[in-house]
């Protein structure tokens, strides 16, 4: 796709860098924030500004640094939130079913990614330029934070301790 609005394909190689670049930065960050802030709240935030930068992205100029930038911010917050996913997912599930659950919601996200690269080609072979590509993927970011409103509200975060409350105790 970036090839198709003539960056090489060295530079096309390195946004899919920079994506997975900036994941493992945020990845570093992610669980600190969830006990901080909460999970749901984290993850939607997070789901958020990666909406936010889909829009951001598809609006810039076609310029190999700016485009980098704004890929690696949004690798921060897409990967991110994949990573979160989990640790609401043991969060959510009872202890007797914890490993079922959280390997269903695992799996499930997979299919996800699969599907979507699956969809991100047929966009482009319908001819969608790289624009109208990442605004399209404003579609599942949409559903994403739909379905953490969702979820919030029957896993209540009041019920588990935070680090502090943990700290505390010990």
């Known amino acids: 796709m970036m090839t198709d609005v003539g960056f090489s394909l060295t530079a096309a190689a390195t946004m899919g860098l920079l994506l997975q670049a900036g994941g493992t930065v ?7 924030l969830m006990d901080g802030f909460g999970l749901h709240r984290t993850v939607g935030a997070a789901m958020a ?3 936010v930068l889909l829009i951001v992205i598809a609006l810039v100029p076609q ?21 979160g996913f989990p640790i609401l997912s043991a969060a959510f599930y009872p202890t007797s079913i914890r490993a079922t659950g959280t390997s269903w919601a695992t799996g499930i996200a997979r299919f996800g990614a699969i599907s979507g690269a699956a ?9 969608l330029n790289y624009r ?6 404003l579609v599942p970011a949409a559903v994403c934070i739909a ?20 700290a505390r105790a010990s």
């Open 147 to 166: 379905a953490l409103v969702v979820k919030a509200r029957y896993a209540s975060e009041d019920a588990l301790p935070t680090a502090q409350e943990l």
């Open 63 to 83: 310029q190999v640094l700016v485009l980098g930038a704004l890929v690696f911010v949004l690798g921060m917050f897409t990967n991110t939130v994949g990573t």
């Open 26 to 32: 945020g990845n570093l960050g992610i669980g600190w």
């Open 132 to 137: 109208q590509v990442f605004v399209s993927l």
């Open 119 to 127: 969809v991100g080609t047929v966009l482009v072979a319908m001819g």
């Open 49 to 51: 500004c990666a909406a």
